[in-house]
């Protein structure tokens, strides 16, 4: 079982940064591929970036690519999505994921925290 727990939300300026946190508990998080997705009001959930259990795999959905890093900190179980050059458009809820192998669809995610708000103004 893995529990997840973002933080680092809030409101900040377009153009500003962000440092999103995900702390998971379970023995065996290490295991795990993460996942970070986000939903805008009215919205589905769409995919933001992925990366394997060990790092060597790492996707960015397009909207994001050069602007926003996921990274993890093994040894604290923390996975982080720094993001930068924040858009109005970035605005939404963020959540952490975790399953067995990248993926870029929610619905193939076991566990998720209960997220955490970006808004950009404008």
């Known amino acids: 079982q893995v529990q997840l727990a973002e933080s680092g939300g809030g409101l900040v300026q377009a153009g500003g940064s962000l440092r999103l946190s995900c702390a998971a508990s379970?023995?065996?998080?290490?295991?795990?591929?993460v996942g970070w997705f986000r939903q805008a009001p009215g919205k589905e959930r769409e995919f933001v970036a992925t990366?394997?259990?060990?790092?060597?795999?790492?996707y960015y959905a397009d909207s994001v690519k050069g602007r926003f890093t996921i990274s993890r900190d093994t040894a604290s179980n923390t996975v982080y999505l720094q993001m930068h050059s924040l858009k109005p458009e970035d605005t939404a809820v963020y959540y952490c994921a975790a399953r067995f192998g990248t993926s870029f669809r929610p619905d193939e995610y076991d566990y998720w925290g209960q997220g955490t708000q970006v808004t950009v103004s404008s």
């Open positions: 990366m394997s259990w060990r790092g060597h795999y790492i």
């Open positions: 379970g023995r065996t998080f290490s295991a795990y591929a």
